[in-house]
């Protein structure tokens, strides 16, 4: 009950600030930005300098991010194989040790900020270093997340993924521009840029299904999550945060096999139409979506694979045994 009533009150939140208008002119403006320079500070201000609030500022910083930082594909599968950088640090003693670490993270950090900018593409960290550096130059306050995740069949990914809090008119919120920014096919091996707005400003319950901070302050809930029940969540696909999936049930990936399997959804943003398929077959189809969307249906197998579709974008699978 705690989650349901700290979920309520996000979302009231949340609806308070878009009710301050939509961001259509923002995001034609942050697209529209054409600069190459280097200078974060600069940039941040440049960008957020046509907006009084904070919200806007916020969001012109990441739509500007996710729309011209692409994601380094090369440097992810060489980061997956080990080959992160590492120094030898010489010091007389602990507190030497201490303050030569920090410089060198300082320094890091500085140059690695820079260097995304001048390539214009990095990986999770250089996306969370470079939105929470462009916040803090215009005196906006944010940070950045450190955690696992879970990609898009439920695999958990432990300890791979860097992402960020802003603190609008005093109340602390998530977002994600790397996964805003596109996909990822491993299977494939490529990036695909596809903006994906579920990733901005969204609500805890939602992005704690595939994001586990290290932290548990930041998955910003008063009733936390553990990490058997993050690792238990069903899978989830783009489809799910385009269309800002408030609540859904089965909360678990695998359920009881044959009999009535029992599937809701509530939509934030209405898909125009929802196909259920097993193992890849269409079994369902529903051309007209209420924001609450509910189904029951028999199984005739133990064994079943159920992906929910909405429109081309998947949302959510379950497996059944």
Request: aromatic letters at 14%.
């Amino acid at each position: 009950m705690k989650r349901q009533v700290f979920t309520i009150v996000w979302l009231l939140n949340c609806f308070i600030l878009a009710a301050q208008g939509d961001f259509s002119k923002v995001d034609e403006f942050a697209r529209s930005y054409k600069s190459k320079t280097t200078d974060v500070e600069k940039l941040a201000n440049e960008l957020t300098s046509p907006f009084d609030s904070e919200l806007y500022k916020v969001r012109s910083i990441f739509v500007w991010i996710t729309n011209n930082i692409q994601y380094d594909y090369k440097e992810y599968r060489r980061i997956l194989k080990g080959g992160s950088k590492s120094y030898k640090i010489v010091a007389g003693s602990e507190k030497e040790l201490a303050e030569k670490k920090k410089r060198l993270e300082e320094d890091r950090y500085k140059e690695s900020i820079k260097n995304t900018l001048s390539k214009r593409k990095g990986v999770c960290q250089d996306y969370a270093e470079l939105f929470n550096e462009m916040c803090k130059s215009v005196g906006i306050k944010s940070g950045m997340i450190d955690g696992s995740t879970r990609d898009i069949s439920g695999q958990y990914l432990p300890d791979n993924h860097a992402w960020n809090w802003v603190e609008i008119r005093g109340k602390t919120y998530l977002l994600d521009a790397t996964w805003a920014s596109g996909y990822l096919d491993d299977a494939k091996g490529k990036y695909t840029r596809e903006f994906n707005d579920g990733f901005f400003l969204t609500p805890p319950a939602m992005l704690v299904v595939n994001h586990y901070p290290n932290n548990s302050k930041w998955q910003l809930l008063s009733d936390k999550v553990s990490l058997e029940e993050f690792k238990n969540f069903p899978a989830v696909g783009q489809g799910f945060f385009k269309y800002k999936v408030k609540a859904f049930s089965p909360k678990t990936s695998t359920t009881s096999g044959k009999g009535k399997f029992a599937l809701s959804l509530k939509f934030g943003v209405k898909p125009g139409v929802v196909r259920i398929s097993n193992k890849g077959q269409v079994i369902k189809e529903f051309k007209k979506v209420d924001d609450d969307f509910s189904v029951s249906f028999d199984l005739k197998k133990s064994k079943n694979d159920i992906d929910v579709w909405g429109d081309d974008e998947l949302i959510v699978s379950y497996k059944t045994k």
